[in-house]
Nanobody, 130 residues
């Protein structure tokens, strides 16, 4: 069993920064496909950024490219999302999700699908005011 616990959400003005963290615990796996998703009321959950820990490959949604950076600290098994130049449209509940031992690879035409992920954190709220 894998447990995910997010932290780091909060309220910030447009142009500000936040750093989200996701502590991963439970059965150790050699690699993970890890994705940050976000969701606003009435909308589907969407992938924001992804990293495959086995090779370090990353993927970003077009809406966050150049502003968000995903990283994974192997020693502590902590997933992070550095969010800079935040915009009001970034306001959402952010979730980290894990798929152990899956070699994931996303592109401009292949996006993370929430149903593919078995393990989820409880979510952390991000609010960006204009």
């Amino acid at each position: 069993q894998v447990q995910l616990v997010e932290s780091g959400g909060g309220s910030v003005q447009a142009g500000g920064s936040l750093r989200l963290s996701c502590a991963i615990s439970g059965a150790p796996f050699s690699s993970y496909c890890l994705t940050w998703f976000r969701q606003t009321p009435g909308k589907e959950r969407e992938g924001v950024a992804n990293i495959y820990t086995g090779g370090g490959n990353t993927w970003y949604a077009d809406s966050v490219k150049g502003r968000f950076t995903i990283s994974h600290a192997n020693a502590k098994n902590v997933l992070s999302l550095q969010m800079n130049n935040l915009k009001p449209e970034d306001s959402a509940m952010y979730y980290c999700a894990a798929y152990p031992n899956w070699v994931c690879h996303y592109s401009d035409t292949q996006y993370p699908v929430p149903d593919d992920y078995r393990y989820w954190g409880q979510g952390t709220q991000v609010a960006v005011s204009s």
